[in-house]
C-alpha cells in the first residue's frame, strides 16, 4: 500500500506566468463586482429568510407564553380569550391541499403529457399559450370566479352528482351549500395546475428523443412511450412541479377565503365547510388588535410557515428514498 | 453507428422547434384576437363606472342609477378586501393652493378662517364595510360641490379603520364601534363623530316563505347556535301562527371576518336570548369578531354574506341594511323591548336612533332600544380623526367634509337605506368638529 502512494507522482510544478494571468483575470472590477453580487445575493437571501422566522418567532412568543405548544393542536375557539383552533386550521389546509394535489397529479401531468407528445401542433401551439396565461392569473380573480360562478354551480350540480356515485359518495355525505372542503380545493386546483402543466411539459419535452424512438422500436403504442420513457424521463421535473405547487396550494389565503365556508370545524365530509391556516390568517389578521390577539394570528403564520417547510422537505425525503430504492 | 444515430436525433429535434417557429403566427393572431374581444368590451363595462371628468383618483362611484350604486360598491368591496395591500394608505397631503379660494362649501354648518383653507386636496380613509355604500355616494356628491376635494375611502373593516388611525396612516377612519375613551394614537387625542345611522338585518331566502317571518332572540340564537335547524321547527312556529313554513333546513351565515354588524347581533342576543347565548360560547361580551364559527358557513364582507343568502335556498344571515336593499332581500321582524315585531326600515331605524339620549363615544349603544316602533338592531357609524391636525389646510378640509357628510350628505342616505341622523346626534357632530384644532392648539372653526 505504502509503495503505492510512493508512486504518485509529485505535484506538477507551478507553470509561470499562469497564476498572475489567474490572478489578473481575478483583479478584474467586473469580477469582483460578480463575486460581490454572487455573495451579497446569498447574504441577503439568508438573511430575509432569518429575519422572517425572527419576526414569527417574537411577534407569536406572547400567545405560546400563553397558551403554551398546546397552540399547535387546539381545537378551541373563543374570541374572548383571542384563542384559535389551530388544529382544525391544519387539518382543513392538509385536505384542500390534498384534494388540490389529486387535481393537479391527474390533469395536469396528464395535460402535460398531451401537450408534448400527443396533440398535434395545432392545438399543442395555442393552448400551451392559454395555460401560461391562466398560471399569470391573479388568485383573488380566481376566488371571486369561484365565489360567484363555481359555488352556484356546485350546490345546484357538481356536489349532488358527486353524491350519487358509489363509494365515494362516502366523502360527500352532508348537505351541499356549495362552500365546502372540496369547493377550495378545486379553486385551489385551478391555481397550480397551469404551473404544473408548464413545468411538466418543459420537463417531458426534454427528455432525449433517443429514450422516445428506443421505447418505439421495441414496439411500444403512444401512451406505452409515454409511460414508460417520457414520464420517467421527466419525472424530476413533474415532482418538483409538484412540489412547488403544493406550496401555493398550502400558503393560499383570499381566494380560500372566498370560497371555503370558514367554518372553525373539523370537517366530517368533503362537503362541509372548513377553514385553513391560510383562509384564518387573512380574515383574522387586519382585525387583530394589538396584544395577544396578534401574537394569536402570528402564531398560526408561523404554524403555516412550519407545516410548508415540514411537508416540503419529508416529500422531498420521501422522493429521494423512493429514487434510491428504484434504483437498487 | 452511434455518430449516425445521434445525427438522425438531432434532425428530429430540430423539426420540432421549426414547426413551432411556424406557428408562433397563429398563437400571436389569436392572442391578438383575445386582446381584441377584452377591449370590445371594455367600453360596455365603462358604462356601469362613475363619469368623472373633474378628479382623477377618487374611486367613489357615481350613483346615477340605482343598479349602478349597488353594483360599484360590491365589487369594491370584495377587491380591497382581497387585498391588504389597500389597508396600508398613506395619507395624502393636501395640496396646497397657491389662489386664494373661497371658504363657502355648499351645505354644512362649519366656517373657517380663510386664511389656511385650501380647497384642493386628496384625503385618504379607511375602515367600516357597512357604511361603504353611503360613503362612496356621498364623497361622489361632495366632490360635485366642491370641486377640490377627492376622497379614497378602503372599505376593509371597522378595526382596520380604528388600527389605521391610530397609526396616523389614513387621514379619517371609520368604525361601527367607537374607540374606547380616551382614545389616542400617535397623532394624539383622537375625536369621534357620527356620521351615520344604519341597522343591521336579519335577511333570508326560503322558497315558500315570501315575508312575514317574525323572530325573537331565543330564537336567533337557536339558529345561529345550531339548535334549531328546520324551518318548521316548533320553536319558530310558535312565533308565527298562521305562517306555512316549510320543512326545509335552515342554513345560518355569519361573517368570517370582524364586523360591525356582527357586533349589533351578539349584543342584541346577549340582551335578549338568555342563557342560550350567553352560556355558549359566546359569552357576555359583545364582540365584534362572531364568536359561534362551527354553526353554518362564514363569508366576507357583507358582500360575500349577501351573495351566499341569494344563492342558497334556506339560508338566514346579518347583513347592514342598506345591503338588503339593494339586494332585494326579504327581512325577518325582530322583537323590540316594547314587545312590538318590527322589520328594518328607514322609519323603524330613525326611531332606534331618536331614542338615542346622551349618545356619546363611550354611550353609543343603541340596540334594543325602547319605544314601540323602534328596530332592535341600529347603530351609529363612527368617523375618526385627530384632534390636532399637521396639516392645518388638510384638517379644515378634512372637517368641511365630515361637518358635510353629516348635514347636507344625509339626503344621500335616505336613497340608499340609510337612515338620516336625528337633530342631536347632527349637533353632537357639530360640537365635537368645533374641537379640531391646528398644531398650535388654535381652533380650525370658530362656529
Known amino acids: 500500500m505504502t509503495t503505492l502512494l510512493e508512486e504518485v507522482p509529485p505535484p506538477l510544478a507551478p507553470v509561470p506566468g499562469v497564476a498572475e494571468a489567474l490572478g489578473r483575470r481575478r483583479r478584474r472590477p467586473g469580477g469582483r463586482l460578480y463575486a460581490a453580487l454572487r455573495w451579497g445575493g446569498a447574504l441577503v437571501f439568508g438573511a430575509v429568510v432569518v429575519a422572517l422566522v425572527a419576526t414569527l418567532v417574537s411577534g407569536s412568543s406572547q400567545a405560546f407564553g400563553h397558551f403554551g405548544l398546546s397552540l399547535l393542536w387546539s381545537d378551541h375557539y373563543s374570541p374572548a380569550k383571542d384563542q384559535y383552533p389551530t388544529g382544525v386550521f391544519i387539518v382543513g389546509t392538509l385536505i384542500t391541499t390534498a384534494v388540490a394535489l389529486v387535481l393537479a397529479v391527474v390533469v395536469g401531468v396528464a395535460t402535460a403529457a398531451f401537450l408534448s407528445e400527443l396533440a398535434p401542433r395545432v392545438v399543442a401551439a395555442p393552448l400551451s399559450v392559454a395555460v401560461d396565461l391562466i398560471a399569470a392569473v391573479p388568485s383573488i380573480v380566481v376566488g371571486l370566479w369561484g365565489l360567484l360562478v363555481l359555488t352556484p354551480a356546485f350546490s345546484h350540480h357538481v356536489e349532488p352528482f358527486l353524491k350519487t356515485i358509489p363509494v365515494l359518495e362516502w366523502f360527500f355525505h352532508g348537505a351541499a351549500l356549495g362552500p365546502s372542503m372540496l369547493l377550495a380545493g378545486v379553486v385551489l386546483a385551478v391555481m397550480i395546475v397551469p404551473t404544473v402543466v408548464a413545468l411538466s411539459r418543459s420537463a417531458m419535452t426534454a427528455v432525449a428523443v433517443a429514450d422516445r424512438e428506443a421505447a418505439r422500436a421495441l414496439g411500444a403504442t403512444r401512451w406505452q412511450v409515454v409511460r414508460t420513457a417520457v414520464i420517467p424521463g421527466a419525472r424530476t421535473g413533474i415532482e418538483a412541479s409538484l412540489t412547488l405547487a403544493m406550496g401555493r396550494a398550502m400558503g393560499e389565503t383570499i381566494a380560500v377565503a372566498m370560497v371555503i365556508g370558514n367554518s372553525y370545524t373539523v370537517p366530517h365530509s368533503l362537503l362541509a365547510p372548513g377553514a385553513t391556516l391560510g383562509s384564518a390568517i387573512i380574515n383574522n389578521f387586519g382585525e387583530a388588535a394589538p396584544g395577544l390577539d396578534r401574537s394569536s394570528v402570528v402564531a398560526l403564520v408561523l404554524v403555516l410557515v412550519l407545516i410548508t417547510a415540514l411537508v416540503n422537505v419529508g416529500g422531498q425525503l420521501l422522493l429521494r428514498a423512493r429514487t434510491r430504492s428504484a434504483r437498487r | ?447
Open chain 2, 1 to 447: 453507428m452511434v455518430h449516425h444515430s445521434e445525427d438522425g436525433d438531432r434532425v428530429r429535434g430540430s423539426s420540432r422547434p421549426g414547426g413551432r417557429g411556424l406557428w408562433l403566427p397563429l398563437v400571436a393572431v389569436g392572442a391578438a384576437a383575445v386582446l381584441a374581444a377584452a377591449c370590445s368590451s371594455t367600453p360596455t363595462a365603462a358604462k356601469l363606472k362613475p363619469k368623472d371628468t373633474t378628479t382623477t383618483s377618487t374611486t367613489a362611484p357615481a350613483p346615477t342609477t340605482t343598479t349602478t350604486a349597488a353594483a360599484s360598491p360590491s365589487t369594491t368591496a370584495a377587491k380591497s378586501s382581497a387585498a391588504p395591500a389597500t389597508t396600508t394608505t398613506v395619507k395624502a397631503a393636501a395640496h396646497s393652493t397657491t389662489a386664494a379660494t373661497s371658504c363657502s362649501t355648499s351645505g354644512g354648518t362649519l366656517s373657517a378662517t380663510c386664511d389656511t383653507q385650501s380647497t384642493s386636496a386628496t384625503l385618504t380613509g379607511a375602515g367600516a364595510n357597512s357604511i361603504q355604500p353611503f360613503f362612496s355616494r356621498v364623497f361622489y356628491y361632495f366632490n360635485q360641490a366642491d370641486h377640490g376635494v377627492n376622497v379614497n375611502y378602503s372599505p376593509a373593516g371597522s378595526s382596520v379603520g380604528v388600527t389605521d388611525i391610530e397609526q396616523d396612516t389614513v387621514a379619517f377612519g371609520d368604525s361601527e364601534i367607537p374607540i374606547k375613551t380616551p382614545a389616542s394614537g400617535t397623532g394624539g387625542n383622537i375625536l369621534q363623530v357620527p356620521v351615520d345611522l344604519g341597522g343591521v338585518a336579519l335577511s333570508y331566502n326560503v322558497p315558500g316563505l315570501s315575508g312575514g317571518l317574525k323572530l325573537n332572540g331565543p330564537v336567533l340564537a337557536g339558529i345561529f347556535l345550531g339548535k334549531i335547524t328546520k324551518w318548521d321547527d316548533a320553536q319558530i312556529a310558535a312565533l308565527n301562527p298562521g305562517v306555512n313554513l316549510p320543512g326545509s333546513t335552515i342554513y345560518p351565515v355569519h361573517r368570517a371576518d370582524s364586523s360591525g354588524p356582527g357586533y349589533d347581533l351578539d349584543q342584541y342576543l346577549i340582551d335578549t336570548a338568555g342563557s342560550t347565548w350567553t352560556g355558549s360560547a359566546a359569552g357576555t361580551t359583545a364582540s365584534t369578531k362572531w364568536p359561534i364559527t362551527n354553526v353554518g358557513v362564514g363569508q366576507q364582507l357583507n358582500t360575500g354574506v349577501a351573495t351566499y343568502i341569494q344563492q342558497t335556498q334556506g339560508s338566514i344571515g346579518y347583513v347592514e341594511y342598506a345591503y338588503s336593499v339593494q339586494a332585494g332581500f326579504t327581512n325577518a321582524a325582530l322583537l323590540n323591548t316594547a314587545g312590538d315585531y318590527v322589520t328594518p326600515s328607514q322609519t323603524s331605524i330613525a326611531a332606534a336612533g331618536a331614542e338615542a339620549s346622551g349618545l356619546s363615544a363611550t354611550n353609543f349603544n343603541i340596540v334594543n332600544g325602547a319605544g314601540a316602533g323602534t328596530y332592535p338592531l341600529a347603530n351609529f357609524s363612527w368617523t375618526l380623526l385627530y384632534q390636532k391636525q399637521a396639516n392645518a389646510a388638510q384638517g379644515v378640509v378634512l372637517g368641511k367634509l365630515v361637518d358635510w357628510v353629516t348635514t347636507t350628505g344625509q339626503n344621500q342616505a335616505k336613497a340608499l337605506g340609510y337612515s338620516p341622523l336625528p337633530a342631536n346626534v347632527v349637533a353632537l357632530a357639530h360640537s365635537t368638529l368645533l374641537q379640531l384644532e391646528n398644531s398650535a392648539g388654535k381652533p380650525l372653526f370658530s362656529s
